[in-house]
């Protein structure tokens, strides 16, 4: 039986060899793949801001010695090239000293270096700075999505908010102020953080100058919705006392990736009481995350007028981000992480953190790109999706500094 069910197999190999199978594209035929599409795609993308950066490159740092070719190349660097020289902005953005200046970009860079709300391991303070420093090897155009950042958007960089080491609640009041300060302008608030303690402060300053409604997408291995913990507010914390603004409701918090062996008792009755939305990895995994996107974003949206998204570091499997405090087997995969990234953002926000990203335990800067990947993904697809800006018009309330 074997025998003759091989000698069928092999006829059927004969009968199809040199065929084109009707269910998939024309191996003649390479412009029917997404490949193909998004290398079209590209020229249809403008060029003027690049060549403006080029130009103003050569009247600021100085024609290139008379030996150099390409004429493009200024004495100082100034610009996008050479990506291991330069000032380590977010994506080589200006820097924007004076802040009441943001309102003149779409996005607006906020690092937060903070670590005082960690329980275990310390280090997020440099997470803004480790992110920076390795977002100068990124270009500002993604091929799959047929975008680029440059063109397309303004994108600047404030610095870092001045953070207290030895007080959580004055840094969280500093947090507050600025991510108001720049939500207040118009300008999408992007916070690289910092533990996870800031993501109260973080909705909080949003939340501040808006009479609106705001849904949270959590991304997460830990529910982080405890009241306190070592006495204090850290950064198992943050949805507790996020969920307690008048508009900020706890049933359009949804948590995704929630799980392992690191979800603390204490946080599990909170998370039933005031009924946030919980999916687990295996819900992810049975659902897929198409699903489990439709799902959170039907919750998070649900009578809000707009939602911000946190994304902590470690809801990734540990194995591709080993700098975070809290690592947890299990958990998403990257290329999971960013098409979930791009399904929440493509309906539009109104802001977004990355947090959790702890440089002195990484290596060789994976958990640092991962988190400005989630960065460039989510503004790629705000932009590809023409949504970038999609609410500014919800903060309707003055800056009111606390």
């Known amino acids: 039986m074997l025998k003759h069910a091989t000698i069928n197999v092999s006829r059927r190999v004969a009968r199809t060899c040199g065929q084109v199978r009707s269910h998939h594209p024309s191996p003649f035929d390479p412009m029917t793949t997404k490949g193909w599409k998004a290398a079209v795609k590209e020229g249809t993308l403008p060029t003027t801001k690049h060549d403006a950066d080029i130009k103003r490159g050569l009247e600021i740092g100085l024609p290139g010695a008379s030996s150099i070719d390409d004429k493009n190349i200024p004495t100082f660097s100034r610009g996008e090239l050479p990506h291991f020289a330069g000032i380590n902005t977010f994506m080589k953005a200006p820097f924007v000293e004076d802040v009441r200046d943001v309102g003149g970009y779409d996005a607006t860079v906020i690092g937060v270096p903070f670590d005082g709300g960690c329980t275990y391991r310390s280090g997020t303070r440099f997470g803004p700075q480790g992110i920076r420093r390795i977002s100068a090897l990124y270009t500002p155009y993604n091929y799959e999505m047929g975008v680029d ?224 990947r989630i960065v460039v993904d989510a503004l790629g697809a705000m932009v590809g999706h023409g949504v970038m800006g999609k609410s500014k018009h919800i903060f309707d309330l003055p800056y009111v500094p606390i």
């Open 149 to 372: 950042l440059r063109e397309q958007m303004s994108l600047c960089d404030a610095g870092d908010v001045f953070t207290i080491p030895a007080n959580i609640e004055k840094t969280f009041d500093q947090i507050s102020n600025a991510v108001a300060h720049v939500a207040s302008t118009g300008s999408f608030p992007i916070i690289l953080g910092g533990d996870h303690s800031i993501g109260f402060p973080t909705v909080r300053g949003l939340a501040s100058v808006t009479s609106k409604r705001i849904g949270i997408i959590h991304v997460d291995r830990h529910a982080d919705i405890q009241e306190k913990d070592l006495d204090e507010r850290m950064h198992t914390t943050p949805y507790f006392h996020a969920t307690n603004l008048p508009n900020v409701r706890p049933e359009n918090l949804v948590q995704i990736g929630i799980g392992g062996w690191q979800v603390p008792r204490a946080a599990v009755g909170n998370m039933v009481d005031r009924r946030t939305n919980i999916f687990t990895m295996d819900d992810i995994e049975q659902l897929g995350i198409d699903k489990v996107s439709e799902m959170a974003l039907a919750r998070a949206w649900d009578g809000c007028d707009a939602v911000y998204m946190s994304y902590d570091i470690d809801s990734i499997e540990a194995a591709f981000v080993p700098g975070t405090g809290w690592p947890e087997c299990g958990g998403l995969l990257p290329r999971e992480a960013l098409k979930l990234v791009g399904n929440v953002a493509k309906e539009g926000l109104c802001g977004m953190e990355v947090v959790e990203v702890s440089p002195p335990y990484d290596h060789a800067d994976i958990t640092s790109l991962m988190a400005m």
